[in-house]
């Protein structure tokens, strides 16, 4: 059952909103985001690149069908989440259902909140807050268990390297049952979808961690695949950059995906700049410039691409139909690529995992 207790959120412009508490009973703090999906918070709030975020759901009725067990399927990969813990600093909802019901149904999301010390908050007009923050841009915030008179001060989990928190610190191999290539996969916040989708591809993959030094590896491999993460890119770009330019230079396929997609452009001389709100939903719509196709995309990122300063060689690939920004970048030569979506969506339509197909082409 919930707590009940009462809860606040606090922004950083003064607002202080009372709710009552359905996860852990406790203090936390991060930037308040949110997410338009109306399912999926099982995926949403494992996703790494959540690390350092209080995420609001704006569909009104969450915790539904509970959440699912923790099967591993083979090689160690969880089968129903996208990292092995809960990313998310708080959870913000409108109605939460504390009686799920589904087949897979192991614990309900309270509990499950719970087990990892994360706080979660209902009854509270997420529709109204999210309104908020679509006119002021996302903001600061804090979940604390007691009404305070003092907000104090907010910390910036963008001012800090997120990514080095959520990559792995050690070498880990995949091997699928048959092996057709072999990636070098840095993990800046890997989603565990990622990895399904290559293994299913007979696709081997040495994860490294995201300083690992591409020039020394003692690994064979066919191409090289950069993860989505959390944060601001820029506090990592001058460690990856050199890795990048020494795969586009020595003609090494390169994919990225979201944070992956911001390095790349770092890397070749491109600007990044943090959006007012960010792309967090299952319905963004994305333009392939080279053939005028739409697709319907899943994203989650706070920072877009500048593609103003493109060098020679290099063209805009995809654009979002909403804002017109930029949602990839190719080369001419067709062997480096990136997009700020997430083709493996998870939650999300499945209209871009055929990128994962384009990169297997080139290896």
Not at 42 to 53: H, I, M
Not at 111 to 137: A, V
Not at 166 to 182: A, D, G, L, Q
């Amino acid at each position: 059952m919930p707590d009940n207790k009462d809860i606040y959120l606090l922004l950083e412009d003064g607002t202080y909103i009372k709710g009552k508490s359905f996860g852990f009973f406790g203090d936390s703090e991060g930037e308040v985001v949110f997410n338009t999906g109306m399912t999926g918070y099982t995926e949403y709030l494992t996703d790494p690149s959540y690390r350092g975020q209080i995420l609001i759901s704006t569909y009104p009725l969450i915790g539904n069908y509970g959440i699912p067990d923790d099967t591993k399927e083979e090689l160690c990969i969880k089968k129903y989440i996208e990292s092995d813990e809960i990313q998310v600093k708080g959870f913000v909802v409108s109605e939460y259902c504390d009686t799920p019901s589904h087949w897979n149904k192991q614990q309900s999301l309270g509990d499950w909140l719970k087990r990892y010390k994360i706080p979660g908050i209902y009854g509270i007009d997420t529709r109204s807050l999210t309104q908020k923050l679509r006119e002021k841009g996302v903001m600061l915030g804090k979940i604390v268990t007691k009404k305070k008179q003092e907000i104090g001060q907010f910390s910036d989990p963008n001012l800090t390297n997120l990514v080095n928190e959520v990559s792995t610190t050690e070498i880990k191999i995949y091997t699928p049952k048959k092996i057709k290539r072999t990636i070098i996969l840095y993990d800046f916040g890997i989603k565990l979808n990622i990895i399904r989708n290559f293994l299913k591809r007979d696709t081997k993959i040495i994860r490294v961690p995201w300083d690992y030094d591409l020039t020394k590896t003692e690994y064979k491999y066919d191409g090289v695949f950069l993860s989505p993460g959390p944060g601001d890119p820029k506090m990592i770009a001058e460690t990856v950059s050199s890795n990048i330019l020494y795969c586009i230079n020595h003609n090494i396929p390169l994919f990225g995906i979201c944070l992956g997609n911001q390095l790349i452009s770092l890397s070749i001389g491109c600007n990044t700049y943090k959006l007012k709100y960010g792309h967090r939903s299952v319905n963004q719509p994305c333009i392939n410039l080279l053939n005028d196709q739409c697709y319907i995309t899943s994203q989650n990122h706070g920072f877009a691409v500048d593609d103003t300063n493109l060098p020679q060689n290099w063209r805009v690939w995809m654009k979002n139909a909403n804002d017109n920004t930029c949602e990839g970048i190719i080369h001419t030569s067709g062997r480096f690529f990136s997009v700020q979506f997430h083709p493996e969506a998870n939650p999300g339509p499945k209209d871009t995992e055929f990128l994962f197909d384009e990169f297997i082409k080139i290896l």
